[in-house]
């Protein structure tokens, strides 16, 4: 199977300014790949240099199989840049029809049910778009040709959240028809429910690249368990993976690194009345990425 | 595309088409009364300009008859000039404009090929000032027979044509400097730069041996010195303008492929 993204040693410098750096990353078909990272760390870049709006200093990519310069693949490919820009006396309905005839053609009806899904409306001019009704517009040139890689930058920017929630829909019905999508984002939150891998980047550099439900499993996880009666905290101590325990009578509060299994055991001993686990907080593990790293690259150059 | 850079201009061009026809309308119109006094007009323009001036203008010499009348005020100085502009305002619209605005990554990413997309926004830059150039030339024939000047018509298209072929290098000049850069300010100051210098070195500066050789990289040299209005066609000097425009139509294409865009 080809990989919709192939990147080796794919770097860009704007000048002496760093834009990425040594990039190895290979996307594969049917996968949700969250890239995330705090602004200027390089994930604009890298989704320009997909798409061939700007030329790596070095390294290679393909995508789709073919070098991103081919124009015939970007027909298969639906772009939201990260920063649009829609303006003109145009009408959001006309532009969206030349855009899906330069890309092939669109099937019929589908702008129409996209912009629905959305409530984008398609017929003010463009230059009066408010900031969400143009993202809205963006969305839907992404994927009104049914591409079969979508790249999003920053989508869920200026959205409301019940817009975001359709719009996830949306994404996730491109995995369920087989199709890739690569989407960004400086927030974990917005891309944690769909994405199958995230690749985390900073200062130009991806750091880390993990499957969601691993990041999940490393988690750090904040567990309370209450008992009928008081405990001993012998019982507690010592257990793999168990930290910042405290017991406090009948009430057993800790934070577990990884499996709860040996917290669990320890607990069927007693009687368990009431137990609360808070769901793992990925955006501290992210932190946790950041704060190991930052100690490392202190000059952070924004791209 | 190139129906959708001209109706994304649309306004632009008619415009500039309507701005230019009045123009053009209320100039020739004066000569009706020239016409009926030509010695007082004469020596009363002459007496009004300063010799640099004059040069500038284009001599002056014979302002009282129908075609030095046509060439001093329509093809000497305001109309290229206005023409000039023109074609800069539309050729930034073509790469640097929409770049600066942001607009061009879209276009960019669709699948067509970079270099197509120069090329199809130069042939809509053609096209569109075709468009201006054929009504204009309508409106100066219609009024040199309502006033009564009698510049053959093979004449006056040749000069035509010549105006057409100076907005189209300019344009196309600007055009390469915005693709090259991205910079609408860049293609302006290089266009404004050779435009007026170019018309310095072929008017004031024709006498001044030091400059006058200049004359051989200004397109003014080779939009006036055939004299199409007197003459005919200069069909050497034309093919020069349009050359050097093919040269610089390839050069837009070619920066424009090699580089990143919207950086």
Redesign the interface.
């Known amino acids: 199977m080809t990989a919709v993204v192939r990147a080796e040693g794919l770097s860009k410098y704007?000048g002496r300014r760093r834009g990425l750096e040594d990039l190895t990353l290979d996307i594969q078909p049917g996968e949700i790949f969250g890239y995330l990272g705090p602004n200027g760390a390089g994930k604009t870049t890298t989704i320009?240099l997909l798409?061939?709006?700007?030329?790596p200093t070095g390294g290679r990519v393909r995508v789709l199989g073919a070098p991103p310069g081919e124009?015939?693949?970007?027909?298969r490919?639906g772009?939201l840049?990260g920063?649009?820009?829609?303006?003109?006396r145009?009408r959001a309905r006309d532009y969206l029809a030349?855009?899906g005839r330069?890309?092939?053609g669109v099937p019929p009806g589908r702008v129409t049910e996209l912009a629905e899904r959305l409530d984008a409306d398609l017929s003010l001019p463009m230059r009066k778009l408010s900031k969400g009704n143009r993202q809205k517009i963006g969305l839907i040139?992404a994927f009104m040709h049914e591409p079969e890689f979508v790249i999003l930058d920053e989508p869920t920017s200026g959205l409301d959240p019940l817009v975001q929630q359709e719009f996830l829909a949306m994404v996730r019905e491109v995995r369920a028809s087989g199709r890739t999508v690569l989407m960004s984002s400086h927030v974990l939150a917005e891309v944690e429910h769909v994405s199958d891998r995230v690749g985390i980047v900073r200062s130009g550099r991806l750091v880390a690249v993990e499957n969601v439900a691993a990041l999940r499993e490393k988690a750090v996880r904040r567990v309370e368990l209450h008992f009928d009666a008081p405990v001993p905290r012998e019982a507690f101590e010592g257990l793999p993976g168990v930290r910042d325990l405290r017991v406090e009578g009948a009430a057993v509060r800790c934070t577990i690194d990884g499996r709860p299994d040996a917290l669990v055991k320890a607990a069927a001993r007693f009687t368990v009345v009431h137990l609360v686990s808070a769901e793992p907080d990925l955006e501290e593990i992210f932190l946790t990425y950041y704060s190991e790293e930052g100690a490392h690259h202190d000059h952070q150059v924004p791209a | 595309?190139i129906i959708?850079y001209l109706r994304?201009n649309l306004r632009a061009l008619a415009g500039w088409t309507v701005g230019l026809s009045a123009f053009l309308t209320m100039y020739l119109g004066i000569y009706a009364s020239i016409k009926d006094d030509p010695a007082t007009y004469s020596a009363q323009a002459m007496a009004k300009y300063p010799g640099a001036l004059k040069d500038l203008m284009g001599g002056l010499q014979d302002i009282a008859t129908g075609t030095g009348y046509l060439q001093t005020v329509v093809y000497q100085l305001i109309v290229p000039m206005l023409f000039v502009v023109c074609a800069m305002i539309l050729a930034n619209r073509a790469i640097a404009g929409p770049e600066e605005?942001?607009?061009l990554?879209?276009v960019?990413?669709?699948?067509?090929?970079?270099r197509r997309v120069v090329l199809e926004r130069f042939a809509g830059l053609a096209l569109g000032l075709l468009a201006v150039a054929a009504v204009t030339f309508v409106v100066v024939w219609g009024m040199t027979r309502q006033v009564g000047i009698d510049t053959p018509f093979g004449r006056l298209l040749a000069a035509h044509t010549g105006l057409y072929l100076l907005a189209l290098f300019f344009g196309t000049l600007t055009l390469a400097v915005g693709a090259a850069t991205g910079r609408k300010a860049a293609a302006s100051a290089v266009l404004g730069v050779w435009a007026v210098l170019g018309y310095m070195v072929v008017t004031v500066g024709r006498g001044v041996d030091a400059v006058s050789w200049l004359r051989w990289v200004s397109p003014f040299h080779y939009y006036a010195d055939g004299r199409p209005l007197y003459e005919g066609l200069p069909a050497g000097d034309y093919l020069v303008l349009a050359g050097a425009t093919a040269v610089l139509a390839l050069t837009a294409v070619l920066a424009f492929d090699?580089?990143?865009?919207?950086?």
């Open positions: 704007y320009r798409m061939d709006l700007i030329r124009a015939a693949i970007r027909a490919i772009y840049p920063d649009l820009v829609l303006e003109g145009e030349f855009l330069m890309r092939g040139q | 595309m959708k994304d605005a942001g607009t990554e879209l960019v990413t669709l699948p067509v090929e970079r090699r580089r990143d865009v919207g950086v």
